[in-house]
């Protein structure tokens, strides 16, 4: 099945903002094809649909942190602050728009979820795997400057890839 949206785009799109995976109104417009007012409508007509776990509206500094971060702003000129949406609110989404467009972006944003939990969870593996050989090899006492040399090596790659993650807010 040939996606509509690439997954790579949406994860894009996908900050970690109060300790959670969200995606903002704008964005979700425009994988959606619509307003963002038009996106916003729909959405506070099915308000009790999303309760403060699902949506959210981001405070003044964590805007002002988010637009830091582009070095040429698209942002325009937005009179209110945007809402971020979890993981729930977006799958809460297909609830209310129900073309066939937005039931294919809202698969392909699950999806993306779905593969960076994946990910994170994978990379929390091998960081135990990691302490595990380094620990038993240091027992064992063969090889050990080389399999503690190996896990510091192994350990800063992944350190890295964590650090290159955007986060947002306190």
């Known amino acids: 099945m040939n996606s509509i949206i690439p997954i790579e785009k949406i994860e894009k799109k996908i900050y970690f903002i109060r300790e959670q995976r969200v995606i ?58 945007p809402y971020a949406f979890t993981e729930t609110g977006v799958a809460m989404l297909s609830s209310i728009l129900n073309s066939k467009k937005a039931i294919e972006v809202n698969i392909q944003i699950m999806r993306a979820f779905i593969k960076l939990k994946g990910m994170i969870l994978a990379n929390s593996e091998l960081k135990n795997l990691i302490d595990k050989v380094e620990k038993q090899g240091l027992e064992i006492g063969n090889n050990k400057e080389q399999i503690h040399k190996l896990a510091v090596l192994i350990t800063q790659m992944l350190t890295v890839n964590e650090k290159s993650k955007r986060k947002i807010g306190f």
């Open 24 to 81: 903002l109104d704008k964005d979700l417009a425009e994988l959606y094809g619509v307003e963002t007012k038009k996106f916003n409508q729909a959405v506070k007509r099915n308000i009790t649909r999303f309760p403060g776990d699902f949506m959210y509206k981001l405070t003044k500094d964590e805007y002002e942190n988010l637009r830091s971060q582009f070095v040429t702003s698209s942002w325009g000129g937005r009179r209110y602050l």
